[in-house]
């Protein structure tokens, strides 16, 4: 059975950081945001309306009306969602089946427990994660300290509904990893080296 | 200053096995139930009582009277409480002062917030750790897996209340602590020597 590696992580703690430098450090495949393009390609649909239903942010593709075709649309568009987890759900078996790899969020932790993945959380405190955003985010997204804290928080309030409403469990609880590494203060260039002897 | 690794743990997780291993494989000072000694010697009270004190078991040395006495009574034993926590942040601070050093539980992490230690918690999954206990267990001390999974419950469930009451902070919750280890299914003599890397 291949070495799996899933990384789940608060948003701004350095998650897919650490992930991208373990499995270069390891040697072995990433992968993160190459799921949802493979779920575009599998499903037919936009990578941009993936990524949404990925993020659990309600989808705008769809105007509201009234009576039937509302209940018709909303049936459809949760037929989609379900599609896009049953995508997701084979791509990361398929994935799992190729070769050792290091996957980033989208429940793999649960969807692929049969492997007996090592399950590492990434978290940070607050003021880091706002801290390492505010330094990362592009020039034309400039937002304040207090916006920033107000998106970083809705992004994960997302990610963990998304993980209860799939999984049953509770998103970012350790008893549902292996290991939890607080990145508040930690040099992840200078860590990664070490965490990888783990898993040799 | 000084290296400080600092060690929570549930009951039955193998933590006390992860510090004292971790500390030989840095070569630096262990204490565990050493300090438990040193408060006596402080307080001039006996180690049992001391023990009971830090485990948060109620002490069983004052009978319950009527009237005055009792009030007089219970404020005794709340001083005795009381000394018995300065005293244990006391000898905390010398040792900390001292050398480079692993410190299980008492609140070390909280106590020692001034030195940044690295705050490890260990823990597991219940199974886990009810079969760790009963195998561990002495022979005149057989509990059925029933009784020791209420032990393992009843002595976690007064460390959270011992801890939160002297740190106001939810013991066990990932957020205090810089790196959480599952040990279920770990084999701790195995992990150390690749997790002190860490701190070299």
């Given at each position: 059975m291949n070495k799996i590696i899933t990384i789940g992580r608060e948003f701004g703690s350095g998650g897919r950081e650490f992930g991208r430098r373990l499995a270069e450090e390891l040697q072995i495949e990433y992968y993160d945001k190459e799921i949802v393009t493979e779920i575009a390609k599998h499903t037919s649909l936009s990578e941009e309306y993936v990524q949404q239903v990925v993020e659990c942010k309600p989808h705008p593709l769809y105007p509201i009306t009234i009576g039937q075709s509302m209940v018709f649309m909303e049936n459809y568009a949760n037929q989609q969602i379900q599609s896009v987890y049953q995508a997701q759900c084979e791509i990361l078996h398929e994935l799992a089946e190729k070769s050792d790899c290091v996957i980033v969020g989208r429940c793999a932790d649960y969807i692929l427990r049969d492997y007996h993945p090592c399950r590492i959380f990434v978290y940070a405190d607050l003021s880091s994660r706002i801290r390492r955003c505010m330094e990362r985010s592009a020039e034309n997204e400039k937002l304040t300290e207090k916006e920033m804290k107000q998106k970083i928080l809705a992004v994960d309030k997302n990610r963990a509904k998304?993980?209860?409403?799939?999984?049953?469990?509770?998103?970012?609880?350790?008893?549902?990893?292996?290991?939890?590494?607080?990145?508040?203060?930690?040099?992840?260039?200078?860590?990664v080296p070490v965490i990888a002897k783990m898993f040799r």
């Open positions: 998304y993980y209860e409403y799939y999984t049953g469990g509770k998103w970012g609880d350790k008893a549902n990893y292996d290991l939890c590494i607080n990145t508040s203060g930690l040099n992840i260039k200078k860590a």
